[in-house]
């Protein structure tokens, strides 16, 4: 009897034994706001707990729709900082009605200038607090339309969309129901939708008119395809200034990759009425046409005087530099973006929607045979 009882004595003094599941919950319950556990995120009810505020005056800080004392504001962002909590933006946008983000839809982005647009959306988007999901439509308007369908899956609050190839394009109004939508660069058949321009008939005519004034007459205008209407646009200013002085256009449509556009300017350099200057259609069009010039040995300006339609970043340090047509891609992409941002806080969607048209610069270089040190811009 007493050896069983120092056993006992023993064995109770030197293990211990866990606590219940229900032991350990009532102790959870008692540390209050103590470090959490392990792995577990931190919630609402665990920073009003460290902050000694109710849930709701959490809510108003995070939201800020409510105002709250400067004292009781500062003690729940130290407890927010102190717990590492981040906000349930899914449960935030099922009581908000809104999910805080919007989509793009650009054709490409290989492109510099759809790049620069990107970025000027992105860039307005985060100043209102909103992710941008970006996505491409490869000029495709039936892929361009199953993008929109997954974007309006998502339950995005807008879109800002360059349309595909226009003639072709799917979107229309009823499309999107009740989410505002924006189209820049190029326009959209519906007339209830927003679009955002830039002068591209106007810039080509004057550029083309820069380069007859040098005294070329035979001058060919390089471009991606007609369907798409920022080229036509802009052929068409440069077919305006080319009849304006009773000269004969020529124009290529197919300038797309490097192999067409050396085997076209090869041919127009032959014969008595060869092509004595090249005016490209966009930044694409401007690659393949300077590294085809690189390829036949062609020299700027002294065997074909040169410019193009938009500007980028290498264009003043070429040799020459390039004179060219500088359109506002990310003003453009900004103005887009304010007017959707425009749209979601009214929430309205207008039975005639607006066409804001942004101005282009002339930028001239040498590449043009202008003889400056630096460039001449006319607005």
Do not use: W
């Not at 409510?66 to 729940?76: D, F, L, N, Q």
């Not at 054709?107 to 491409?136: M, R, W």
């Not at 989410?179 to 939708?193: E, I, L, N």
């Amino acid at each position: 009897m007493r050896l069983s009882c120092i056993i006992c004595q023993r064995i109770s003094g030197e293990i211990e034994l866990p606590d219940s599941p229900k032991d350990q919950a009532s102790k959870n319950a008692k540390q209050g706001d103590q470090e959490q556990t392990p792995h577990r995120k931190s919630t609402m009810s665990d920073v009003a707990r460290r902050a000694g505020v109710g849930t709701m005056t959490v809510s108003r800080v995070l939201s800020g729709t409510v105002p709250v004392s400067a004292k009781t504001a500062e003690r729940v962002h130290k407890a927010i900082k102190q717990l590492d909590y981040r906000p349930n933006e899914l449960a935030r946008a099922f009581r908000d009605q809104r999910t805080r983000s919007i989509g793009l839809i650009i054709p490409y982005l290989y492109d510099p200038f759809f790049a620069n647009c990107a970025q000027a959306v992105s860039t307005v988007a985060k100043e209102h607090g909103y992710s941008t999901i970006v996505t491409t439509s490869n000029e495709d308007p039936d892929a361009e339309h199953e993008e929109v369908e997954r974007m309006l899956q998502r339950h995005i609050d807008g879109l800002v969309v360059i349309p595909a190839k226009c003639k072709n394009s799917r979107l229309t109004r009823a499309l999107f129901g009740k989410t505002p939508v924006v189209a820049f660069d190029r326009p959209v058949s519906d007339p209830a939708m927003d679009v955002v321009l830039v002068q591209n008939t106007t810039g080509a005519r004057r550029m083309t008119e820069h380069l007859i004034e040098h005294g070329h007459k035979h001058i060919a205008f390089m471009g991606l395809s007609r369907n798409l209407f920022t080229i036509n646009a802009r052929f068409n200013g440069y077919r305006r200034a080319m009849q304006e002085a009773g000269l004969k256009e020529d124009a290529f449509f197919g300038c797309d990759s490097q192999i067409n556009t050396v085997r076209e300017i090869e041919k127009r350099q032959r014969g008595p009425n060869a092509t004595t200057a090249i005016f490209a259609s966009n930044t694409l069009a401007t690659r393949y046409v300077l590294g085809a010039f690189q390829h036949l040995g062609i020299k700027m300006p002294q065997d074909i005087a040169f410019a193009g339609f938009d500007d980028f970043d290498l264009a003043d340090v070429t040799s020459p530099p390039l004179t060219v047509v500088r359109q506002p891609a990310q003003e453009m992409g900004r103005v887009a973006a304010r007017l959707l941002f425009d749209r979601i806080d009214r929430g309205e969607l207008p039975q005639t929607g607006y066409r804001i048209v942004l101005p282009v610069e002339i930028v001239i270089r040498r590449s043009c045979g202008c003889k400056h040190r630096t460039p001449l811009i006319f607005h």
